[in-house]
């Protein structure tokens, strides 16, 4: 993995936990605002979406065994920081899936919640193709505090689907395709995710 240097113990302290994370956006909510630095119409609506998503998702989703497995039996701990904004739909089809895996871990893994819009400098060192795509996780060890993986911000079968999906259909018609892509999680429930982090962290930790 890269090498670059970061006081991850300064980042991992002023992070949030998941629950404090959502109930930060729904704070928010209530007044009217959102997370990051774009407050308008559209994201306010994608955050009372998303916020149901979640809400939906903590109760329904589901982790297959061999990744409950996996994470139980880890070798050394681990800390996951996750860069998110309330508004945005990956984040809210995602995080509870990787909560519930972190949850799973008997205490070797932890999760921490970082908005993408306040942590720019850091976040900037973690770009998808160039881009400030969301979420993103970033494993940290617990014990060399190094990068043992990143992943983000789709699993790979549904970012591939769905970056084909935007190739051949007109600009028009891309509203729609962010409708098809939310069937695709439905459809998915998480499968998905858990075979991306189930590969990543066999690739670190061989059976």
């Known amino acids: 993995m890269k090498s670059i240097a970061i006081n991850w113990n300064s980042v991992i302290n002023k992070a949030l936990t998941y629950t404090e994370f959502v109930d930060y956006v729904q704070n928010l909510f209530d007044l009217d605002k959102v997370t990051g630095n774009e407050q308008s119409a559209n994201r306010f609506e994608a955050t009372k979406i998303n916020l149901q998503r979640i809400k939906r998702l903590n109760k329904t989703s589901i982790v297959n065994t061999s990744l409950t497995s996996k994470v139980a ?104 395709a962010k409708l098809k892509l939310h069937q695709y999680y439905t459809e998915n429930k998480g499968a998905a995710l858990q075979d991306d982090l189930l590969r990543l962290l066999n690739d670190i930790e061989p059976n």
């Open 73 to 176: 039996n880890l070798k050394s701990k681990q800390v996951w920081i996750l860069f998110v904004e309330g508004w945005c739909g990956d984040v809210a089809q995602n995080v509870p899936f990787i909560e519930k895996i972190a949850q799973a871990s008997n205490g070797l893994i932890e999760t921490k919640y970082l908005l993408r819009d306040e942590n720019l400098e850091l976040f900037d060192h973690f770009l998808t193709n160039g881009a400030r795509s969301i979420p993103k996780l970033i494993a940290v060890s617990g014990e060399e505090n190094d990068v043992v993986f990143e992943w983000g911000p789709r699993p790979q079968i549904i970012q591939e689907w769905f970056k084909n999906l935007l190739n051949t259909i007109a600009e028009s018609e891309k509203e729609e």
